[in-house]
């Protein structure tokens, strides 16, 4: 691996299989499912509906002609959609790499059909439940690896959101926000923990993408990408940001290098903001094991599953 990592260090893939959530055209999950393609992985693209799904196949068909896609289609918000996509993808046989990329931020509050707060169980519950249901296939694989998306927010969070989360409680969305993004390291270090006491040949990562122009701003505050607030806002965005596929670089080296477990890998340039990706270290909050421990535990409870059960 060069001293700056790029694409040039992914090296050949073929043979090897990806799930990638969240591939809408032109955000973080589209560019690292393209990169994966490009390099011979065969990527399935797990997105909420078949549109958008056969829209991000297209395009990566577009720049990739030999790329293998696959789809399937899962609601991470939804736990049933979760559970049915966990079954659907059990035809996909042995995974080499989960990336749990999906994700919403800051919306107005909303409960899901299970009760939960939107955001939490978008970005965190849902990946939670995929996770354990794919576990045996990315086992099977001999070397998998699951790489979860967290954010710099996660510093904002002052708590762990370890409490009951079907309980009401006072909502700020940008707080929950970053519950969320502390959820997805707490969850990631407690899952290589036990991935490393079961003797299971499965890693687990995570990465953030600093500040990359992508919609998720400008979706979670109006609910749309579309109109001229949306527009304002989106250009705004982006003119502070690195692309959306500069924005993928960690997400890739995380999923890509020969990297240990528990790694977490973020730019390289001021403020972690944009740069060549490196690995990068946390708030002290992320490394609580008493909070890791609890935060599994709820989520257990949560989803109705408890893992890992491989040997």
């Known amino acids: 691996m060069s001293p700056t990592w790029s694409t040039a260090d992914i090296g050949d893939l073929t043979g090897r299989t990806a799930v990638v959530t969240g591939p809408t055209l032109g955000g973080l999950g589209f560019h690292t499912a393209l990169e994966l393609a490009r390099h011979g992985a065969r990527v399935v693209l797990a997105g909420r509906t078949p549109d958008k799904i056969a829209a991000a196949a297209e395009a990566i068909a577009a720049e990739v002609p030999a790329a293998s896609t696959e789809a399937l289609v899962v609601d991470l918000s939804d736990l049933a959609s979760v559970r049915a996509a966990g079954a659907a993808a059990a035809a996909i046989g042995p995974l080499h790499l989960l990336v749990n990329n999906a994700g919403i931020m800051a919306p107005p509050l909303r409960r899901t059909a299970d009760g939960l707060e939107s955001q939490m169980a978008t970005n965190h519950f849902g990946p939670f439940l995929l996770t354990g249901l794919l576990l045996d296939q990315l086992a099977a694989s001999g070397d998998g690896r699951v790489v979860t998306l967290s954010s710099q927010m996660h510093r904002v969070a002052r708590s762990a959101p370890v409490g009951d989360p079907r309980v009401r409680r006072r909502y700020s969305r940008w707080h929950v926000y970053g519950q969320t993004k502390l959820a997805n390291l707490l969850f990631t270090f407690e899952l290589d923990r036990r991935l490393r006491r079961a003797g299971a040949p499965v890693r687990a990562l995570a990465a953030h993408p600093g500040l990359a122009g992508t919609h998720l701003a400008v979706n979670g505050h109006l609910g749309t990408t579309r109109g001229r607030r949306a ?34 890998v973020g730019p390289s340039g001021p403020g972690e903001a944009s740069g060549p990706p490196q690995v990068v270290g946390t708030a002290r909050l992320a490394r609580d094991e008493v909070a890791q421990r609890r935060l599994w535990e709820t989520s257990e409870a949560t989803v109705g599953l408890a893992w890992p059960t491989v040997p």
Do not use: F, H
């Open 231 to 264: 527009a304002i806002l989106d250009g705004a965005v982006k003119l502070v940001s690195q692309s959306a596929a500069a924005g993928a670089l960690p997400t890739l080296m995380a999923a890509t290098a020969d990297l240990p477990g528990a790694t977490y």
